[in-house]
């Protein structure tokens, strides 16, 4: 993550330079479109934050997989994750966490894992949420906190995994990372992985009973340590200077 934001500073100094042609990619995956609403989860930075230092970072995941104990799952709907970072008066690095808003996505096995699944009947859903956490990094925002819901009328509307006080950490490193444009707006085009979060148990399940939540956890093998865990993810990612935002800056 460090690598990313050194090179969105880079990138759009060099956006400057050239006049602001970069090379023109499609908006293939979920046909993704840049606009003014990319900054409306940017969160409101502290009263004693030096506004010129901060940034908000808009990343939309386009596509990538996840591995979480033993499900293993496509990401097949876009996942918004907005994030900033400056520093404060003192000089000390801070945070801000704006959002993660993601569209459910159907889990492979459904309730029950294959062989046995069961077309509607036993279809289970995901949806990704953010919790909130989010730390300072030396340049770039890192340990973003999520948690999944699972859905599916037999789980109820508070089944977990992970949680506010207990959040997967996403901590991603940047592989590859490229300047496009997209409707002509500069965007960086990226490939991140991350294979060292762990994934705690199941929570809230059906009426939060122990047999539901551990069913859940049988089927998901949780929880599931640091290491047995993947993910790769490709972003669109965007950055906005908060004197841009000023009426999200003290």
Known sequence: MRVLARHLVIGSAAVVLLGGMATPTQAAAYDYHPSEADWSDCPKIPRNARTDTW??????TVGGTMKLGKIEQDISQPLRITVAQ??????????????????????????????????????????????????AGPIFPTNVGVKLRMIHSLLGKKCYIGGDADPILLKPDVTSLDLTSIDGV???KVTAKDSRFAVPKASGCGLNWGLVNTAVNVRAGLPSPSG???????????????????????
Request: proline share 7%; net charge negative.
């Open 186 to 188: 500069p965007v960086f």
């Open 228 to 250: 047995n865990n993947s993910a790769e993810f490709q972003w669109f990612v965007r950055g906005k200077s908060y004197t841009e935002l000023p009426g999200l800056a003290p």
């Open 55 to 60: 940034s908000c970072v808009f990343i939309i």
């Open 86 to 135: 400056g520093r404060l008066e003192d000089g000390s690095a801070a945070a801000a966490f704006g959002g993660v808003k993601g569209d459910r996505m159907k889990v492979p096995g459904g309730l029950i894992g294959a062989p046995f699944e069961v077309p509607k009947l036993t279809d289970v859903y995901v949806e990704t949420q953010g919790t909130g956490r989010v730390d």
